[in-house]
């Protein structure tokens, strides 16, 4: 029996989907609490002493304690079941696909979603110089992935395991960042796969 | 009875560093292989074909198996020792601390000492302009660490885990970079904790 769970979050953040998906996968039920990050919810003193010193949404609530970082939370939630590989070196190399998410995806694919889709009205020039780099970075981490795709149905073990997860929040919303996905057709089939797993919910459910 | 283990490696980067402390604590003989990341050696297409897809060191190799990311390759080599705690939340929270390091801590932290101390003379002119963004970052990483360390030995159950040589490895050589430690006497004294470790291993070994 799981504690009483509660999901510090802004919606629409891919971050916090992919704890709301993997959830729902296990049929796990979380409340959800909203912060408009756009409003620096997330960086008042009763936040940072309270949820998360850091700053950021995603934070898991499980019961009193708090647990930031979206795949920190989505381990948490996913141990002993079938979303976590049993095999070691699987187990592991799901963990490299999620770091790879957090340092070779996120920062550019997310990134892009927000300057473009959130707050494109609001860009610093410095954010402006940087989306050349940045659609650069993120075409090259959307290129690794298209390309372990090839001949597999799913990033780890054949099977849906949390490196799905973390890899589907923010892919199948880039192309809302001025990107384009037609390029990879690995990747367009695999979020077909990942879109069609009983229990899955969107990421505006 | 572990396979062979070959770590295919830059050296002085901390990322490869926290697998080599990793292996010392634990005991375990680990071969090494250096390329040199100034020279793109890592780009090659053989290194892309055969060792890491990603381009990017360190990638632990498992036998026949390759695992980049260096915390996925900490946590395989470490599963079932008491660098993982036993406890749900204690391992979530653990990955939390790792997440927070890609994340948060390593693209300041350790950019600033990669920049100051390695290729200062080669940095182009819009990398300098992010130095103040990046050193803001670095203090705001190191103000969260050291505010969790505040009556604490270690970051996670009160014990040595992945999390404190994740967090390790660039804090304790990030004056090279620039910054200075000088304000944060909880993370002075847990860089000691960690130093103090029976088979702990320098970066330079």
Redesign the interface.
């Known amino acids: 029996m799981m504690e009483r769970l509660v999901l510090h979050e802004y919606a629409a953040s891919g971050n916090c989907y992919k704890i709301r998906l993997t959830a729902a996968l296990l049929g796990l039920k979380i409340e959800r609490r909203e912060y408009d990050i756009l409003k620096g919810e997330t960086r008042t003193p009763e936040f940072l002493a309270n949820v998360n010193?850091?700053g950021?949404i995603p934070t898991l609530q499980?019961g009193d304690?708090f647990?930031?970082?979206?795949?920190?939370?989505c381990?948490?939630l996913a141990?002993g079941s079938a979303l976590i590989p049993d095999d070691?070196?699987d187990?592991?190399?799901m963990?490299?696909w999620?770091?790879?998410e957090?340092?070779?995806h996120?920062?550019y694919v997310a990134t892009m979603r927000f300057w473009v889709a959130f707050i494109a009205d609001r860009l610093s020039e410095?954010q402006k110089?940087q989306i050349p780099?940045r659609r650069a970075q993120a075409e090259a981490a959307l290129k690794?992935m298209d390309?372990?795709l090839a001949g597999r149905r799913f990033f780890v073990a054949d099977r849906l395991t949390l490196a799905d997860i973390a890899l589907y929040a923010y892919t199948h919303v880039a192309e809302e960042g001025d990107l384009t996905l037609a390029p990879y057709a690995n990747i367009r089939a695999w979020l077909d796969r990942v879109a069609a797993t009983p229990g899955y919910v969107g990421i505006g459910a």
């Open positions: 010193a850091n950021r499980i304690r647990l930031p970082e979206s795949n920190a939370a381990f948490y141990e070691r070196f187990r592991a190399d963990l490299r999620m770091c790879f957090q340092y070779s996120e920062p410095e110089a780099m690794v390309g372990h």
